[in-house]
T-cell receptor, first 111, second 119 residues
Framework: RKEVEQDPGPFNVPEGATVAFNCTYS??????FFWYRQDCRKEPKLLMS???SGNEDGRFTAQLNRASQYISLLIRDSKLSDSATYLC????????????FGAGTRLFVKA | GAVVSQHPSWVICKSGTSVKIECRSL??????MFWYRQFPKQSLMLMAT?????????EQGVEKDKFLINHASLTLSTLTVTSAHPEDSSFYIC???????????????FGEGSWLTVV
């Protein structure tokens, strides 16, 4: 089982749609959780951190469920510019700091 | 603006030569830096983790004698691809972990990446 698993997609949605991405992690000692966005041929950029209390940034909402070891990202009112790959990232510190990336979920938003 | 700078952005080299890529944290001290490789349409693959002042820890399958990593200071790590071959052509990305405590101390910032083409 992969340490961080994501549905690779692609998700093809029309503009204005709401889309949700899921991510599961296997190590219960995981400490911090993030969603990164990666555009084609570019480096990943931090989209938002994920907290147990949930957090919202404009059209983006992230949730963490530690009991189920599950992270989600919800994008409302999708824009063409949201087309990208979304990476779920987990960090843990067990005998050394470690960052684990999911394989990413590709999103295509169409007019 | 970028908090992690990577240089060069693009490099073309001849087979058999060595190429050095620099990764600098611009406004924070990075105790740990990471080097990744990404082939087209594939996910990031961690190559090695480098801690300032100590030897890098390489992931399984990554040749440490081929991919030399030096983390000489809290703001600079370098990756040298030695005796490069066409199959080494890839997108190489570094990232740095900020030194602060709490959640912010675990945030990873990425460099802009370096496209290496070996001909």
């Amino acid at each position: 089982r992969k340490e961080v698993e994501q549905d690779p997609g692609p998700f093809n949605v029309p503009e204005g749609a709401t889309v949700a991405f899921n991510c599961t992690y296997s190590n219960s000692a995981s400490q911090s959780f993030f969603w990164y966005r990666q555009d084609c041929r570019k480096e990943p950029k931090l989209l938002m951190s994920v907290y147990s209390s949930g957090n919202e940034d404009g059209r983006f909402t992230a949730q963490l469920n530690r009991a189920s070891q599950y992270i989600s990202l919800l994008i409302r009112d999708s824009k063409l510019s949201d087309s990208a790959t979304y990476l779920c990232v987990v960090t843990l510190n067990t005998g050394g700091f470690k960052t684990i990336f999911g394989a990413g979920t590709r999103l295509f938003v169409k007019a | 603006g970028a908090v992690v700078s990577q240089h060069p952005s693009w490099v073309i080299c001849k087979s058999g030569t060595s190429v050095k890529i620099e990764c600098r944290s611009l406004d924070f001290q990075a105790t740990t830096m990471f080097w990744y490789r990404q082939f087209p349409k594939q996910s990031l693959m961690l190559m090695a983790t480098s801690n300032e002042g100590s030897k890098a820890t390489y992931e399984q399958g990554v040749e440490k004698d081929k991919f030399l990593i030096n983390h000489a200071s809290l703001t600079l790590s370098t990756l040298t691809v030695t005796s490069a071959h066409p199959e080494d052509s890839s997108f190489y990305i570094c990232s740095a972990r900020s030194r602060g405590g709490g959640v912010s101390g675990n945030t990873i910032y990425f460099g802009e990446g370096s496209w290496l083409t070996v001909v």
